[in-house]
């Protein structure tokens, strides 16, 4: 019983509201903007409804490196079949979660600049994924050169567990790429 008066009462509280639409723009309706273009008005700033212009940047350089913070011996081992196949340099860090400390994205940044990547694979260990690292990871790779952009082209490689990660792993190194005109698109 008092859970049906509890319930009249809220409904009696409820006020009715206008729902407003969700549209989701066409990407050729969303402006690209610069620091040199007009302020977006408030509804395009609120939604994020826009593209930020950037221009070419190129890698600083064509290897391959692998960061991790694994330690464990199943994960390593896909790394390094990984590395093995790629010709890839694995640089280890003691906890990716803290990348984004000055000493210790210095001391990545300098072997990165040593290394010159196009790509960088970056495995974390499932607690060490955070916000964080993403945002030090991001300020890394691209603060490699003097320029804002990013200066190697960056993937995660991240699983539960290592069965998952080393399947992972696998369908990384056996992937093949398809033309465009061999996918069949389920949907338009």
């Known amino acids: 019983m008092n859970a049906k008066i509890l319930f009249v009462l809220l409904l009696l509280q409820c006020t009715p509201s206008i729902a407003q639409q969700f549209t989701i723009?066409?990407?050729?309706?969303l402006p690209r903007i610069d620091r040199q273009s007009p302020r977006p008005t408030t509804a395009i700033l609120r939604n994020s409804a826009f593209i930020l212009k950037l221009k070419h940047h190129a890698p600083i350089g064509?290897?391959?490196?692998?960061i991790t913070d694994h330690t464990d011996d199943q994960y390593m081992a896909s790394?390094?079949?990984?590395?093995?196949?790629?010709q890839a340099k694995i640089i280890h860090v003691a906890d990716l979660g803290k990348i984004y400390q000055t000493d210790i994205l210095s001391a990545v940044r300098k072997q990165l600049m040593d290394l010159k990547p196009q790509y960088v694979a970056i495995a974390?260990?499932?607690?060490?994924?955070?916000?964080n690292m993403l945002l030090g990871?991001?300020?890394?790779?691209?603060?490699?050169?003097?320029?804002?952009?990013?200066?190697?082209y960056p993937g995660v490689?991240?699983?539960?567990?290592?069965?998952s990660f080393a399947a992972l792993i696998q369908r990384s190194i056996k992937f093949q790429s398809?033309?465009?005109?061999?996918l069949k698109p389920l949907a338009i």
């Open 25 to 29: 723009p066409a990407i050729s309706d």
């Open 62 to 66: 064509s290897g391959y490196v692998i």
């Open 79 to 86: 790394l390094r079949e990984l590395a093995e196949y790629r």
């Open 124 to 131: 974390p260990r499932l607690e060490s994924y955070r916000e």
């Open 137 to 152: 990871m991001w300020e890394l790779l691209s603060t490699l050169d003097d320029d804002k952009y990013l200066d190697a």
């Open 157 to 163: 490689l991240l699983a539960s567990d290592a069965k």
């Open 178 to 182: 398809i033309a465009q005109k061999q």
